[in-house]
């Protein structure tokens, strides 16, 4: 004889599913509304982990502080690896706006005197260094800045006759660049024929353009103010066809 098992109400099984799903909402309220510890009196929410700007470094040491100045209340700072062969500026208060020299990979030697600026209605700093070792050449970069914001526009001035300066030649607010060459256009510069011609200093404004050349000088030591030569605009005049 076949036996027929008894089947569960529908009617009952789905009001046991109702009463389940019912109860682990109930828990799960619980959890949710039960009050989080209280901290300490005069403590402070946990807060995320500061995020703190990659190192300066220079090359692939750390770098130091070589020379430093202020141009209207922004600190400016020469920072070289332990041999100088690598050179950065940094702009501003740390972590500042840094800026990597091309001089350096010129060879050049920088030293706690590479590092001028003049304040203006465009500052300027100029880094320059001597290059040869024996002082009688030097490569120098300009920065500069505008509203604030400081730029280098990256083209290097190079004087072979040793000696680079910032001064305001043209009297109008902003510094402008001096370039004490030797007059020899029909040699090859740094050939023993160039080093005797006489020697001229070429000025440049912060664009890069010439603004006229000096009368020549036996040696640059004639040059009012050598090694910081100071000149006027008196002084200026066309520069010689090269």
């Known amino acids: 004889m076949r036996t027929t098992a008894a089947r569960t109400p529908r009617s009952a099984l789905l009001t046991a599913v109702l009463a389940a799903v019912v109860t682990v909402g109930a828990i799960g309220t619980v959890f949710a509304l039960r009050p989080r510890p209280e901290l300490p009196t005069g403590a402070a929410e946990p807060a995320a982990a500061p995020v703190t700007p990659a190192a300066v470094g220079c090359g692939a040491g750390p770098c130091r502080e070589l020379a430093a100045m202020t141009v209207g209340g922004t600190p400016v700072v020469l920072l070289t690896d332990a041999s100088g062969g ?36 465009a500052p300027a700093c100029l880094i320059r260094g001597d290059v040869g070792g024996d002082g009688t050449a030097a490569y120098g970069e300009l920065l500069t800045g505008s509203g604030g914001v400081w730029r280098d526009p990256g083209k290097p001035y190079y004087a072979d006759a040793g000696t680079l300066s910032l001064y305001d030649v043209t009297t109008d607010g902003r510094p402008d660049v001096i370039v004490v060459r030797h007059d020899c256009p029909a040699t090859v510069s740094g050939t023993p024929k160039c080093e005797a011609a006489p020697v001229l200093a070429e000025v440049y404004d912060l664009a890069g353009r010439s603004v006229g050349c000096t009368r020549r000088y036996t040696a640059p030591s004639d040059l009012r103010g050598w090694p910081d030569v100071r000149l006027t605009r008196a002084d200026l005049r066309s520069c010689p066809a090269s």
């Open 86 to 121: 690598a050179a950065r500026v940094r702009v501003g208060p740390e972590p500042g706006t840094v800026f990597e020299l091309a001089i350096a990979e010129l060879g050049v030697r920088l030293d706690g005197n590479s590092l001028r600026c003049i304040d203006g209605a």
